[in-house]
C-alpha cells in the first residue's frame, strides 16, 4: 500500500509540473498576443490615421528630425512676382474650305430684269462685275441600258449558194467578268464596293434599285 501511495504521488507532481508548464505557456502567449495587438493598432494608425493628428512623443525615444534650427537657415522668399515669358504662336483660322477645284461646275446666272438694268436717267446700266458662290452638288445614282448593237454583213450574190465557209460576218461581243451576265463592269463593281466597302447588305441595295426603277433580286448579286 505504501508503494502505491509513493507511485500516486509521483504522479500527482508530475501532473502538476504539466499544469505548471502550460500555465507558464499560457501567459507567455498572452503577452505575445498583447504586444501583436499593439503593433497592429500602430499600424493601423500609420495606415488609416488622420495626417493632422499628432501623436504624443515620448521623451525617451529621440526623434529622428530632432535637429538645432542654426543647421538649416531659412531662407526669405522674394516677394517680387516671377515673369513666365510665352511665345507668340500663330492660330489657323477657322472657316470653311474651299470646295476641291477638279469638281466639274455647271455656272448658273442669276440676272437681273431688263427693266432694272435701265437708269432712272435713262441710261442703260453697264456690269462693273459679279459675284460668285458655290454650292456643293449631289446627282442621284442614274441606271441606264447599254444596248450592244453588232450589224451583220452579207452577200447577196453568194446568198443560197454552198460554199466552204459562211457568208455571214458580224463583230464579236465584248469580253464580259462574268459570262451571260446582264451588269456591266460598272454595275458588278458598284454592287462589291457597296457590299465590302460600304457594308451594304444585298437586300438594301435591292430596295435602292427598286427606287431607281429597276428590279434586281438579292439571289443574283
Same mark, same amino acid.
Given at each position: ?14 501532473? /502538476? ?35 493632422s493628428e499628432k501623436k504624443p512623443v515620448?521623451?525617451? /525615444? ?113 469580253? /464580259? ?27 438594301? /441595295? ?16
Amino acid at each position: 500500500m505504501i508503494i502505491e501511495a509513493d507511485i500516486a504521488s509521483e504522479k500527482v507532481n508530475e501532473l /502538476q509540473k504539466i499544469i505548471d508548464s502550460y500555465l507558464r505557456k499560457e501567459k507567455e502567449y498572452l503577452s505575445e498576443i498583447d504586444i501583436l495587438n499593439e503593433q497592429i493598432r500602430c499600424l493601423k494608425d500609420k495606415l488609416f490615421g488622420r495626417k493632422s493628428e499628432k501623436k504624443p512623443v515620448d521623451d525617451k /525615444q529621440l526623434s529622428l528630425f530632432d535637429l538645432p534650427e542654426e543647421d538649416f537657415p531659412i531662407v526669405e522668399e522674394s516677394e517680387e512676382d516671377d515673369e513666365i515669358v510665352v511665345p507668340e504662336h500663330k492660330r489657323k483660322k477657322r472657316g470653311r474650305k474651299p470646295i476641291p477645284e477638279d469638281l466639274p461646275r455647271i455656272e448658273v446666272i442669276h440676272d437681273i430684269d431688263e427693266a432694272e438694268k435701265l437708269c432712272k436717267c435713262g441710261c442703260l446700266k453697264t456690269c462693273i462685275g459679279e459675284e460668285v458662290s458655290e454650292q456643293l452638288d449631289i446627282v442621284p445614282s442614274k441606271i441606264q441600258v447599254i444596248r450592244n448593237v453588232r450589224p451583220k454583213y452579207a452577200c447577196k450574190k453568194c446568198e443560197g449558194v454552198e460554199s466552204d465557209g459562211p457568208t455571214v460576218a458580224i463583230a464579236r461581243l465584248p469580253e /464580259q467578268i462574268i459570262p451571260k451576265c446582264i451588269g456591266t463592269p460598272g454595275l458588278i463593281a458598284f454592287v462589291i464596293t457597296a457590299k465590302f466597302v460600304d457594308a451594304l447588305p444585298f437586300y438594301r /441595295q435591292e430596295k435602292q434599285f427598286l427606287r431607281i426603277g429597276v428590279k434586281i433580286s438579292r439571289a443574283t448579286m
